[in-house]
């Protein structure tokens, strides 16, 4: 899947496109949280998950 993503040109981490550790508070902010689907995050968790993806 990786190797199509690739292929397509597509950001395999959010670095990719410009976001920096410094500017993860703001895109957690930024970020809609749903109530629906199989698990609600948190801010804290949508921040660890941006930090991983840098």
Known sequence: MEDWM???GLA???SELGATKDRI????DA???LEGGYKV???????EILGESL
């Open 12 to 14: 395999m981490k959010i």
């Open 25 to 28: 508070d703001g895109i957690a």
């Open 41 to 47: 995050l948190s801010r804290k968790e949508v921040v």
């Open 31 to 33: 970020t809609l949280l």
């Open 6 to 8: 690739k292929e397509l």
